[in-house]
């Protein structure tokens, strides 16, 4: 089974509205790390924003937040006020574990975001 | 120099060829890692070093060698390839191995003939 899961090959979206880009994943280990990077045709992976299995509260930076719902194992970015240098494919991963060997980073197919003017 | 940079941004060899890809770190950090980026593919980890030692060697083909002579720089060795090697080369680091974030360089995009 893949570990994550992203479901949305491309999406478009129009100027200044809110997208939502959905993950989900697949693990037994409690603790985990889920990650959202965006790649722009540059091919530099940026990252946005990082969730902990054991945080509270749903990560935001900035325009980006993360939808974190545990119990269906999904980790949705959310875009509000999209502009047109969001243009770009958006990848989440995820890393399982905290203590050493833990480093490696798992990463879904990513998902094509287009911002139309 | 900020963050991660990676040099050359692309190269074209032919599959006889002996070349080097190089990542240089400028933040201090003490892990870093090698990721292959193939079309339509997630991303791939290829090599891991931690305190310039390897921890992590992900089944990658001996036509691939990786070297990390001190914390900031990393080198791939190519020699060999073949054209499925064609890919995105992405060089990452962070702050030790169990750190958040790893922070990515622009990669070089390799087209083997």
């Known amino acids: 089974a893949q570990k994550i899961t992203q479901t949305q090959p491309g999406m478009f979206v129009q100027e200044k509205e809110a997208v939502t880009l959905d993950c989900t994943y697949d693990?037994?280990?409690?603790?985990?790390?889920l990650f959202w990077y965006k790649q722009p045709s540059s091919g530099e992976m940026i990252f946005l924003i990082y969730?902990?299995?054991?945080?509270?509260q749903n990560a935001t930076e900035g325009r980006y937040s993360l939808n974190f719902q545990k119990a269906r194992k999904s980790a949705n970015l959310v875009i509000s006020a999209s502009q047109l240098g969001d243009s770009a494919m958006y990848f989440c991963?995820?890393?399982?574990?905290?203590?050493?060997?833990?480093?490696?980073?798992?990463f879904g197919k990513g998902t094509k975001l287009s911002v139309i003017p | 120099e900020t963050g991660v940079t990676q040099t050359p941004r692309h190269l074209v060899m032919g599959m006889t060829n002996k070349k080097s890809l190089k990542c240089e770190q400028h933040?201090?950090?003490?892990?870093m890692y090698w990721y292959k980026q193939s079309a339509k593919k997630p991303l791939e980890l290829m090599f891991v070093?931690?305190?310039?030692?390897?921890?992590e060697n992900n089944s990658v083909p001996s036509r691939f060698s990786p070297e990390c002579p001190n914390s900031s720089h990393l080198f791939l060795h190519l020699h060999t390839l073949q054209p499925e090697d064609s890919a995105l080369y992405l060089c990452?680091?962070?702050?030790?191995?169990?750190?958040?974030?790893?922070?990515f360089g622009p990669g070089t995009r390799l087209t083997v003939l």
């Open positions: 933040l201090g950090h003490n892990a």
């Open positions: 990452a680091s962070s702050q030790g191995t169990t750190g958040r974030e790893q922070f």
């Open positions: 693990t037994s280990d409690p603790s985990y790390g």
């Open positions: 991963a995820m890393r399982e574990g905290v203590g050493a060997g833990s480093y490696q980073l798992t």
């Open positions: 070093y931690s305190l310039e030692e390897r921890v």
């Open positions: 969730q902990g299995s054991y945080d509270q």
